[in-house]
């Protein structure tokens, strides 16, 4: 199975940014969706944002203009750029890519925005 290993968590302070890594042990499908939740205490899991096998990308409301998903192939990663960071976004962060025969997820990574 596929194996991600994510990074780039930790505490940051109100208005800075982060880079959130997902490193796959195999190369990642082109026919994948990517994507990024994040799951806040007691609330549930929310999407954050995701690229399509065709490419499009789509984030949550709360995220638009501050955050970025990309995908490194040479590195085969799925990255998030988080900019601007609020109190809000605290939260544990996963990463997730879906196949036509299997979803694989990271183990999460804490995001903690201080004010």
């Known amino acids: 199975q596929v194996q991600l290993v994510e990074s780039g968590g930790g505490l940051v302070q109100a208005g800075g940014s982060l880079r959130l890594s997902c490193a796959a042990s195999?190369?990642?499908?082109?026919?994948?969706?990517m994507s990024w939740y994040r799951q806040a205490p007691g609330k549930q899991r929310e999407l954050v944002g995701s690229m399509t096998p065709g490419g499009s990308k789509n984030y949550a409301d709360s995220v638009k203009g501050r955050f970025t998903i990309s995908r490194d192939n040479a590195k085969n990663t799925v990255d998030l750029q988080m900019n601007n960071l609020k109190s809000d976004d605290t939260a544990v962060y996963y990463c997730s890519i879906a196949s036509i025969s299997a979803v694989y997820w990271g183990q999460g990574t804490q995001v903690t925005v201080s004010t």
């Open positions: 195999a190369r990642i499908s082109i026919v994948s969706r």
